[in-house]
């Protein structure tokens, strides 16, 4: 009798405490909330002044014009206006990867943003300086989904968090911004980082 009382005391603490769990997690499960993430390393930030009214093509290349690996690219700044933007980095082979955007898909939300470099001690870092120049001014792709709003924005990469060394080795890059008319893009920091 009294074993029996002992196991159904446990069993009834068991319970309970599964119930918390549960209680506590369900919320993350049903909500679905963003998840941010950051894992710290030596990114170099780089304060520039660049406004785009207009969708642009910018050329970025080291200034030392040496190949490496971009291995991270994350800008900030701010939208003015109530128009879509979306912001690319593009390889030299075409590779086109979203850095940021006010703009989601309804079957694919931006769930994960945020800094994350993986360390590979075989690459050491190398600290260089990005030069950037706009170039040809591009046509306006048209919707490009839901707009998210506009407002500030910091150290975002959407899918440029973690590049592949071996797609993304080189000196020189495009940042290819797509800005709907009547609509205001201000970059105001770049942060990278650049492994030979």
């Not at 690219?73 to 390889?91: F, K, P």
Request: aromatic letters at 8%; one cysteine or more.
């Amino acid at each position: 009798m009294v074993k029996a009382n002992i196991w159904s005391t446990r069993l009834r603490k068991l319970e309970l405490v599964a119930v918390i769990v549960l209680l506590l997690f369900l919320p993350l499960v049903l909500l679905k909330p963003s998840i941010t993430g950051f894992v710290s390393s030596d990114a170099q930030r780089q304060q520039i002044n660049m406004t785009l009214d207009e969708s642009k093509l910018i050329q970025m290349h080291t200034k030392s014009g040496q190949s490496a690996s971009l291995n991270y690219l994350a800008i900030s700044g701010e939208i003015i206006g109530d128009g879509d933007v979306a912001v690319y980095l593009r390889n030299s082979a075409g590779d086109k990867l979203m850095v940021y955007g006010n703009v989601g898909k309804p079957n694919r939300p931006n769930l994960i943003t945020g800094l994350a470099v993986a360390a590979n001690p075989a690459n050491a870092e190398f600290d260089d300086e990005m030069i950037l120049s706009t170039g040809n001014k591009l046509a306006w792709p048209g919707d490009l989904g839901f707009n998210t709003g506009g407002g500030s924005f910091g150290r975002t990469c959407l899918e440029t968090c973690f590049l592949d060394a071996v797609s993304w080795t080189g000196n020189s890059w495009d940042i290819v911004a797509y800005v709907e008319p009547g609509t205001q893009l201000k970059i105001t920091e770049l942060s990278y980082t650049l492994s030979t």
